[in-house]
């Protein structure tokens, strides 16, 4: 009775010391990870691509303002340095955004667009009548529509390329709210506008008195209707301003 419970004992051991090698070899085999590690893993895809507020690589040109986080190599930068240029742009019906988004392509530019807090809807732009928001705010010169978002590491860029369209001879004040709001200091700003016949009225000198701290430079017109095929003058304009 003695041997037959001793070789009981021992089958049972054997048996339980089997099962518990199955299990932990289903355990290596499922692949967990410690808890900390997937914490960790799940941190660093948060972040990734994280673009919130501000700038956007220019090869991923953005409808929203977006940002670039300091950790990631800007996608304008193939070799993952810091991109120098910087396009900026308001656009509310699509001409100047054309045009800032070739030039963003042809100079590797991130690109950020100034967007309104408060949006402009067509009846804001009719300027046939002066009562309606965007004439209201141009007869204003103290009217500093607001912006959403902002540019982070902006002393970043050495030049910024701003794009705006000329609203009654002038940048639209929202402009001006973007030029109080940054520091421009040792900068350069190339200066374009997208109009319906009107030119560059005299802008560059408005953003030279603005900015005194910066260089600008002569700046680009281009018609609204011939905002979609602007290469050419970009590229002639970037040739005479030594940016190409
Ligand atoms: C309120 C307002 C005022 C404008 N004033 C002028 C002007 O003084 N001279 C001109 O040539 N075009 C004027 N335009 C036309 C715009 O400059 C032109 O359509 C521009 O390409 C629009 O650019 P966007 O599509 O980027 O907003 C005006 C447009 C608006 C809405």
């Known amino acids: 009775m003695k041997k037959l419970f001793t070789v009981f ?7 339980g010391l089997a099962a518990c090698g199955s299990g932990k070899e ?5 692949g967990s990870v410690p808890p900390e590690a997937s914490v960790q893993a799940a941190e660093e895809k948060s972040t990734e691509g994280e673009n919130t507020e501000g700038t ?30 910087l396009v900026v742009y308001f656009s509310a019906t699509g001409n100047t955004k054309a045009v800032a988004q070739t030039l963003a392509g042809l100079q590797e530019a991130d690109i950020y667009e100034i967007v309104p807090q408060e ?4 009846e804001d732009l009719n300027y046939s009548d002066s009562t309606t928001r965007a004439t209201a705010e141009q007869n204003d010169p103290d009217a500093r529509p607001a912006i959403q978002g902002g540019i982070t590491n902006f002393e970043q860029y050495e030049i ?6 000329i609203w009654w001879g002038d940048m639209p004040r929202i402009l001006y709210t973007f030029f109080d709001t940054y520091d421009f200091s040792g900068k350069t700003i ?25 260089t600008v430079l002569e700046g680009l017109a ?21 940016q190409d």
């Open 160 to 165: 910024v390329y701003v794009g705006y369209p």
């Open 56 to 85: 956007q690589p220019s090869s991923d040109v953005q409808e929203e303002n977006g940002l670039e986080t300091d950790e990631e190599p800007s996608l304008g930068d193939p070799e993952g340095g810091e991109v120098k240029a």
């Open 222 to 242: 281009v018609s609204g209707s011939g905002a979609d095929s602007a290469q050419s003058s970009v590229e002639k304009w970037l040739g005479d301003i030594g």
């Open 9 to 15: 004992v021992t089958l049972a051991l054997v048996l």
């Open 119 to 122: 949006p402009y809807s067509e």
């Open 190 to 214: 190339a200066p374009f506008c997208t109009s319906g016949g009107s030119g560059l009225s005299g802008t560059p000198g408005t953003i030279a008195e603005l900015e005194s701290g910066a």
């Open 26 to 30: 289903e355990e290596d085999l499922s």
